[in-house]
């Protein structure tokens, strides 16, 4: 079975709908340290299971994960939609633990930053370069967004985005840049359980035919079984801002969630990928992906057999009824 394609936005660019998401080939933030041998063997792997898309950011490791992927495919650039983000200045600070770097976004940057990506990735061009969580001062800087239309003109970049973060939100930002700017993707986290801001953004999206990029579309494995109340996350962990309340909460959501998922005979980390495809807006969902087991289960769910419209209308009215869940209450 093949891994199915879709248009990235308004570009050319076709990209795979299951995306890998490099950042934890650089970091251990998932609760693995993947060495570098091992993270070529999943960047190829997923290459051989049809993964075109390869998305990450040049803070990964201070540039590690961007020199993993330059050295993964080296003599296969034709083949290979790169995808990084700029705008941390990492060059001049030190991160500590999961705290923000100093952001900057000016011009001057923006080429600096450039060139060292393409430097670490081996190449002449980057298919999407995205910023990297922008606050509102930057997305409405027009200078900013006619230099990177300048850099598309010049081929040093084929399109460019915008990645919303750190966490979810950010609905006003990402409006902004959709409706204002010549962007082709938009990044946000999206998923069954965590629909908003990305119902918005979907819909500003499909009106100016903006790609949206989901990345964790499985809450933070609550949607693979992988975490349940139990579990305990080491302090580097990017899950342990999940709060035990939120984790519980969301067990039971996705209990009820199982009437549909076994009428379709999936299971709920199908049902989770399979919900965010079946939005037409949606270009690449972006599962974390840390082992060669897991490359191989999310690829296969890119099947095209996805939700129906009365299904999708189904989970939108769960949704909106917080999947018939009393809320915790806390004191």
């Known amino acids: 079975m093949e891994l199915r394609y879709r248009r990235l936005g308004k570009s050319d660019i076709k990209v795979s709908e299951i995306g890998f998401g ?48 330059g050295i993964a495919f080296k003599g296969m650039r034709n083949e290979i939609i790169y995808s990084t983000k700029w705008g941390y200045d990492m060059y001049n600070a030190e991160q500590i633990g999961h705290n923000e770097l100093p952001q900057k976004h000016n011009i001057e940057f923006l080429h600096y930053a450039l060139d060292k990506s393409l430097e670490r990735l081996q190449t002449d061009y980057i298919d999407v370069y995205s910023l990297h969580n922008p606050k509102m001062e930057v997305i409405t800087n027009k200078e900013l967004f006619n230099e990177l239309d300048t850099l598309v003109t010049k081929g040093k970049i084929k399109s460019h985005g915008v990645a919303l973060g750190p966490a979810i939100g950010w609905q006003e930002e990402g409006l902004h840049a959709i409706r204002d700017h010549n962007i082709t993707c938009l990044q946000t986290v999206y998923n069954i359980l965590e629909q908003d801001p990305g119902n918005a953004l979907l819909k500003v999206g499909k009106e100016k035919n903006v790609g949206i990029m989901a990345r964790v579309p499985d809450a933070s494995g609550v949607l693979t079984g992988k975490v349940n109340e139990n579990t305990t996350f080491s302090k580097n962990d990017h899950r342990s801002a999940r709060k035990k309340e939120w984790i519980s909460e969301a067990l039971k959501k996705v209990e009820n969630l199982r009437t549909i998922s076994d009428k379709k005979g999936w299971d709920i980390t199908e049902l989770a990928i399979k919900f965010i495809l079946s939005h037409e807006q949606i270009s690449v969902v972006l599962p974390t992906m840390i082992s060669l087991e897991e490359i191989d289960k999310f690829s296969l769910i890119s099947d095209g057999k996805y939700l129906d419209l009365y299904e999708m209308q189904q989970i939108s009215e769960m949704y909106f009824n917080n999947f018939y869940v009393t809320p915790n209450t806390t004191n």
Request: charged share 35%; glycine share 12%.
């Open 22 to 69: 490099a950042w934890t080939i650089g970091l251990d933030w998932w609760g693995k340290k993947i060495d570098d041998d091992e993270a070529i063997r999943m960047l190829k792997r997923a290459y051989d299971v049809g993964i075109n898309f390869y998305e990450t950011g040049d803070i990964y490791g201070k540039g590690k994960s961007e020199k993993l992927i």
